[in-house]
């Protein structure tokens, strides 16, 4: 069964910073890309980064400059480091693993999301 599972969220003054941690396990196949989304009270959840086997990463204009996504390969492991956190960061932070089997299939798998709050 595979687990994804987020870490490291918390509360933050604004202009602050947080890692967070992002730890996928027990996939037969291979993770190529890892993603972290953000859902805000009331709103649509939105891609945040995303990082890909080979170190490609794209992010979304809020955060570009500001965040920055890497990968642990050995681990299928991902890490958001956010800086100069702002409030309207205020989200739970989720993590989405996705595995491609040798014939093309490909599996996603969500994290239970860790909350990240900024404020004064």
């Known amino acids: 069964q595979v687990q994804v599972v987020e870490s490291g969220g918390g509360l933050v003054q604004p202009g602050g910073s947080l890692r967070l941690s992002c730890a996928a396990s027990?996939?037969?196949?291979?993770?190529?890309?890892m993603v972290w989304y953000r859902q805000a009270p009331g709103k649509q959840r939105e891609l945040v980064a995303g990082i890909s086997d080979g170190g490609t990463t794209n992010y979304a204009e809020a955060v570009k400059g500001r965040f920055t996504i890497s990968r642990e390969h050995a681990k299928d492991t991902a890490y958001l480091q956010m800086d100069s956190l702002k409030p309207e960061d205020t989200a739970v932070y989720y993590c989405h693993a996705l595995a491609r089997s040798p014939t093309g299939s490909e599996f996603g798998y969500w994290g239970q999301g860790t909350q990240v709050t900024v404020s004064p």
């Open positions: 027990g996939s037969i196949f291979k993770i190529y890309l």
